[in-house]
T-cell receptor
Framework: GIQVEQSPPDLILQEGANSTLRCNFS?????LQWFHQNPWGQLINLFY???GTKQNGRLSATTVATERYSLLYISSSQTTDSGVYFC??????????FGAGTQVVVTP | EPEVTQTPSHQVTQMGQEVILRCVPI?????FYWYRQILGQKVEFLVS????????KSEIFDDQFSVERPDGSNFTLKIRSTKLEDSAMYFC?????????????FGPGTRLTVT
């Protein structure tokens, strides 16, 4: 099956800092999604981004499907950005394969 | 904005008991999914469901698990005889069309604790 690797596994940021999270995948995909898992365990949809660039407030994402990676940018981080960020891609059968996530801690 | 809902938010059960986790997908969605996440691990696919039948299931989804769409709005996951290792967060998701081409929307999850 498709392998999804996320880096870094952990990230500690000071409030106001910018950061980039990376997602590499091993095969061509039709669909890629980014999620934020908050401290209560809920998965929040951030981006549906099979290719190209999208922005939503302080977050933006870019997927370069031909090179099999996606990047999530967090700008001017806030403590509420803390949590785990997951990248997930659909395989040929349509199920989402998740990466192991990046644990982000934003300190005041 | 339409959202996927799940009940209960937290379920505690004893080993060997049956549990039913409930989900209400987004109303115009046709594809439904269950995923689970053991504490500290990544989210894993369990099963996908379309047109009143299972489209695909993972190795985890053995005979102890079943899914059903009992009416036009609910989508349920049943675990017949729970084991300690079934303790996890269970997420329901839905999509308007095939997941290869449509975004999956996730519910808030049900935290299942088996004692």
């Amino acid at each position: 099956g498709i392998q999804v690797e996320q880096s870094p596994p952990d990230l500690i940021l000071q409030e106001g800092a910018n950061s980039t999270l990376r997602c590499n995948f091993s095969d061509s995909v039709n669909n890629l999604q980014w999620f934020h898992q908050n401290p209560w365990g809920q998965l929040i949809n951030l981006f549906y981004i099979p290719s190209g660039t999208k922005q939503n407030g302080r977050l933006s994402a870019t997927t370069v499907a031909t090179e099999r990676y996606s990047l999530l940018y967090i700008s001017s981080s806030q403590t509420t950005d803390s949590g785990v960020y997951f990248c997930a891609v659909t395989d040929s059968w349509g199920k989402l394969q998740f990466g192991a996530g990046t644990q982000v801690v934003v300190t005041p | 904005e339409p959202e996927v809902t799940q009940t209960p938010s937290h379920q505690v059960t004893q080993m060997g008991q049956e549990v039913i986790l409930r989900c209400v997908p987004i109303s115009n969605h046709l594809y439904f999914y269950w995923y689970r996440q053991i504490l500290g691990q990544k989210v894993e696919f369990l099963v996908s469901f379309y047109n009143n039948e299972i489209s695909e299931k993972s190795e985890i989804f053995d005979d102890q698990f079943s899914v059903e769409r009992p009416d036009g709005s609910n989508f349920t996951l049943k675990i017949r005889s729970t084991k300690l290792e079934d303790s996890a967060m269970y997420f329901c998701a839905s999509s308007e069309g095939p997941s290869r081409f449509y975004e999956q929307y996730f519910g808030p999850g049900t935290r299942l604790t088996v004692t």
